[in-house]
T-cell receptor, first 110, second 115 residues
Framework: EDQVTQSPEALRLQEGESSSLNCSYTVSGLRGLFWYRQDPGKGPEFLFTLYSAGEEKEKERLKATLTKKESFLHITAPKPEDSATYLCAVTTSGTYKYIFGTGTRLKVLA | SAVISQKPSRDICQRGTSLTIQCQVDSQVTMMFWYRQQPGQSLTLIATANQGSEATYESGFVIDKFPISRPNLTFSTLTVSNMSPEDSSIYLC????????????FGPGTRLLVL
């Protein structure tokens, strides 16, 4: 069964304290792995799509990487405005549906 | 990219009534999706709505409870029928865009409270 697991569930960082969020996945045929940011009361905001192992993408303080079994979202020198829930999702070549993880709630303290 | 709007943004409804949620996209897209997000939880796919064909529902969701229309490539509706308090949730519309890759964009969501 296709599955996505995110860890940790919640993370508290001091401003400037870099860390990584993990997304482990099991799918029959990966079409893409996605990272989103979701603020309270809003829809998810697209961050990255990764397609194959070894791929990396960056945006400001965020960098996403992909292996055959997991993806990491690295946050470098975070700021309080990076506080949000970060969601990982995969879509498969068989069904084209998206499967979401449960998310990591990030809190960055000033 | 795609800009998605949803109406209403929130509503409070009585048990046993129905609510229709509208989703409008600023460009033509083939694949649209409807999700439910219960408080503090992640997203659960309700159905995939492709223009010109019947919606495809995920396990646990049925057409009688969540009828979907997709009259054209920029618009869809989701109806939550015969509501109960368990239907209180955020309902999100999304679209898949293929432009140099695959991206899924989300609307702002409809926050529903059923009393």
């Amino acid at each position: 069964e296709d599955q996505v697991t995110q860890s940790p569930e919640a993370l508290r960082l001091q401003e400037g304290e870099s860390s990584s969020l993990n997304c482990s996945y099991t799918v029959s045929g990966l079409r893409g792995l996605f990272w989103y940011r979701q603020d309270p009361g809003k829809g998810p905001e697209f961050l990255f799509t990764l397609y194959s192992a070894g791929e990396e993408k960056e945006k400001e303080r965020l960098k996403a990487t992909l292996t055959k079994k997991e993806s990491f979202l690295h946050i470098t020198a975070p700021k309080p405005e990076d506080s949000a829930t970060y969601l990982c999702a995969v879509t498969t070549s068989g069904t084209y549906k998206y499967i979401f993880g449960t998310g990591t709630r990030l809190k960055v303290l000033a | 990219s795609a800009v998605i709007s949803q109406k209403p943004s929130r509503d409070i409804c009585q048990r046993g009534t129905s609510l229709t949620i509208q989703c409008q996209v600023d460009s033509q897209v083939t694949m649209m999706f409807w999700y439910r997000q219960q408080p503090g939880q992640s997203l659960t796919l309700i159905a995939t709505a492709n223009q010109g064909s019947e919606a495809t529902y995920e396990s646990g969701f049925v057409i009688d409870k969540f009828p979907i229309s997709r009259p054209n490539l920029t618009f869809s509706t989701l109806t939550v029928s015969n509501m109960s308090p368990e239907d209180s949730s955020i309902y999100l519309c999304s679209v898949e865009v293929k432009s140099g890759g695959v991206t899924q964009y989300f609307g702002p969501g409809t926050r529903l409270l059923v009393l």
